[in-house]
């Protein structure tokens, strides 16, 4: 007889019950159920392994071949898997060479303590957008006030740095209207493609006879050079926010601890090489060719 502890506390004591108990129809059925595939897994890449021992299917490990509790393939019609109780808590493993993939664990290691390989491959990854922006803004930077005062007169300079502070307020309040309709990626790749445009559109008329640099008469009354200072001003102060703040959303909090500071090295990098081509090139490219370099810095953001 069966102990206590595997008795049914809701017997089903009517003799369709009992022939339904003995049939194995329903050792079947529980197969099915318990081997419930769906198409949620398949979308994280998660994939079973049968456990040892004949029971029911586990995970270990992502990317895997899938087999259900018989043996048999997992895949049903639209290409569902079995889902792990702990399957969310697997990072989705990357087609990296081995050799390399070994290689960075072991320098992050070194330097910064364990870190798991997905995460090491987004902060290489986040590194990248930080150079680039970082790089970017330091380069216009540096070209701010020279193209204001070469197209308006230097003495616009403090009413631009007033008149900045307003755009900042309007487009910050942009910012959060659309912080509450779209998700932070969608909204950081619009704004990055934004500026990118900007800045195109500015260096295209530093080179206006008209309207840029080489019209060499100054003047409050030219919006050219108000419109340049006034945007490298708000990428400034809206687009490195951005940045953090979606940066702290994809990241691990122990990520965070270990590898921010790798993220800020590599962001000084950039704003060093930033003022340097400046400096270097310049005179060869003109202004107007070493701002088309900061705008193409926003295609590396993006």
């Known amino acids: 007889s069966s102990s206590p502890k595997n008795m049914d506390p809701f017997p089903m004591a009517s003799p369709e019950a009992k022939?339904?108990?003995?049939?194995?129809?329903?050792?079947?059925?529980?197969?099915?159920?318990?081997?419930?595939?769906?198409?949620?897994?398949?979308?994280?890449?998660?994939?079973?392994?049968?456990?040892?021992?004949?029971?029911?299917?586990?995970?270990?490990?992502?990317?895997?071949?899938?087999?259900?509790?018989?043996?048999?393939?997992?895949?049903?019609?639209?290409?569902?898997?079995?889902?792990?109780?702990?399957a969310f808590d697997r990072a989705p493993s990357l087609p990296w060479p081995a050799y390399l993939k070994g290689r960075c664990v072991s320098a992050f290691g070194a330097l910064y303590g364990d870190t798991p390989f997905p995460e090491i491959v987004r902060i290489l990854h986040l590194s990248a957008t930080l150079?680039?922006?970082?790089?970017?803004?330091?380069?216009?930077?540096?070209?701010?006030?020279?193209?204001?005062?070469?197209?308006?007169?230097?003495?616009?300079?403090?009413?631009?740095?007033?008149?900045?502070v307003f755009i900042v307020l309007g487009v910050v309040t942009v910012y959060n209207y659309l912080l509450d309709v779209l998700p932070r990626h969608t909204l950081f790749y619009y704004f990055g493609l934004t500026y990118f445009f900007l800045f195109g559109l500015i260096a295209t008329l530093l080179a206006s006879p008209t309207h840029g640099l080489p019209n060499a008469i100054p003047s409050p009354d030219r919006w050219l050079g108000w419109?340049?200072?006034?945007?490298?001003?708000?990428?400034?102060?809206?687009?490195?926010?951005?940045?953090?703040?979606?940066?702290?959303?994809?990241?691990?909090?122990?990520?965070?601890?270990?590898?921010?500071g790798f993220l800020t090295a590599v962001?000084?990098?950039?704003?060093?090489?930033?003022?340097?081509?400046?400096?270097?090139?310049?005179?060869?490219?003109?202004?107007?060719?070493?701002?088309?370099?900061?705008?193409?810095?926003?295609?590396g953001v993006v």
């Open 227 to 260: 419109a340049s200072y006034c945007t490298i001003e708000s990428f400034g102060s809206l687009m490195v926010s951005l940045f953090w703040s979606f940066t702290n959303s994809i990241t691990l909090p122990s990520t965070q601890k270990s590898t921010y």
């Open 267 to 299: 962001a000084q990098i950039g704003s060093i090489l930033g003022p340097t081509v400046v400096t270097l090139k310049t005179q060869d490219w003109g202004i107007a060719g070493v701002y088309w370099v900061g705008a193409f810095c926003m295609l």
């Open 19 to 86: 022939r339904l108990m003995s049939s194995s129809s329903l050792s079947s059925a529980t197969s099915a159920w318990s081997g419930m595939k769906t198409g949620l897994a398949s979308r994280f890449g998660f994939e079973p392994s049968s456990s040892s021992g004949g029971g029911p299917s586990t995970f270990s490990g992502v990317g895997g071949r899938s087999s259900s509790p018989s043996g048999s393939d997992s895949e049903d019609e639209d290409g569902g898997a079995y889902i792990g109780p702990d």
């Open 131 to 164: 150079f680039f922006m970082i790089g970017g803004y330091w380069l216009l930077r540096s070209l701010k006030d020279p193209v204001l005062a070469a197209i308006c007169g230097v003495e616009v300079i403090p009413r631009a740095k007033m008149l900045s």
